[in-house]
């Protein structure tokens, strides 16, 4: 079975500050993506990574930044200098084989001004 | 990129009809398409596996003569609450793709309010 964990239910931070979002998965599968989407109150989810089980490499992507280990199970996500307009709520993910998803319980962020 | 659209966005119907919400994949082919359900302030859950031309697979309490599936297309599939209630009010989100390595794309959505 699989199952994604998201410690952190509500966050808040003051603008330009760093902010780090915990994710920790389970899993018997040793072929798996996991992925970070970010959703705003228009219901839509936005896709910003996809990783899989075999990739540790972390990754950059402009003010975003994941870290996974697989040692710990865990695929953090970071953003730096956050910003208003990060304020949403973001949901950690495991898709199988099967291509079925199983998402974390989600974190609302809230950046302050 | 690929597409997926859901339709309609927004449904408000009275308790006891029944509501029928598509999700078409629009630029590729999808012999598999799921379901999704998501109360708020909560997570997204796997209501169920729509798979072309067979029967839908539906997670465990999830009710198959509630939440009838078709998958009658590679690039439709339907998914009819019937006879709602209240309690089915949801948000409710498909997803579709090509195999393991390819990426699943997810629909905009169907906030369904039953009153």
């Known amino acids: 079975a699989q199952k994604v964990t998201q410690a952190q239910t509500e966050i808040s931070v003051v603008e330009k500050e760093d902010v780090t979002l915990d994710c920790v998965y389970e899993?018997?599968?040793?072929?798996?993506?996991l992925f970070w989407y970010k959703q705003p109150p228009s219901g839509e989810l936005v896709f910003l990574i996809r990783?899989?089980?075999?990739?540790?490499q972390n990754e950059i992507s402009g003010r975003y930044s994941w870290n996974f280990q697989k040692s710990t199970s865990s695929f953090n996500f970071t953003i730096t200098a956050s910003q208003v307009v990060d304020s949403a709520v973001y949901f950690c993910a495991l898709r199988n084989t099967g291509n079925q998803f199983y998402f974390g319980t989600g974190t609302s962020l809230t950046v302050i001004p | 990129g690929a597409v997926v659209s859901q339709h309609p966005s927004r449904v408000i119907c009275k308790s006891g009809t029944s509501v029928k919400i598509e999700c078409r994949s629009l630029?590729?082919?999808?012999?598999?398409m799921f379901w999704y359900r998501q109360f708020p302030k909560q997570s997204l859950m796997l209501m169920a596996t729509?798979?072309?031309?067979?029967?839908?697979?539906?997670e465990q309490g999830v009710e198959k003569d509630k939440f009838l599936i078709n998958h009658a297309s590679l690039t439709l599939s339907t998914l009819t609450v019937t006879s709602a209630h209240p309690e089915d009010s949801s948000f409710y989100i498909c997803?579709?793709?090509?195999?393991?390595?390819?990426?699943?794309?997810f629909g905009p959505g169907t906030r369904l309010l039953v009153l």
């Open positions: 990783r899989n089980s075999f990739d540790e």
């Open positions: 899993t018997r599968d040793t072929t798996y993506y």
């Open positions: 630029d590729f082919q999808a012999t598999t």
């Open positions: 997803s579709a793709g090509q195999g393991f390595r390819e990426t699943q794309y």
């Open positions: 729509s798979n072309e031309g067979s029967k839908a697979t539906y």
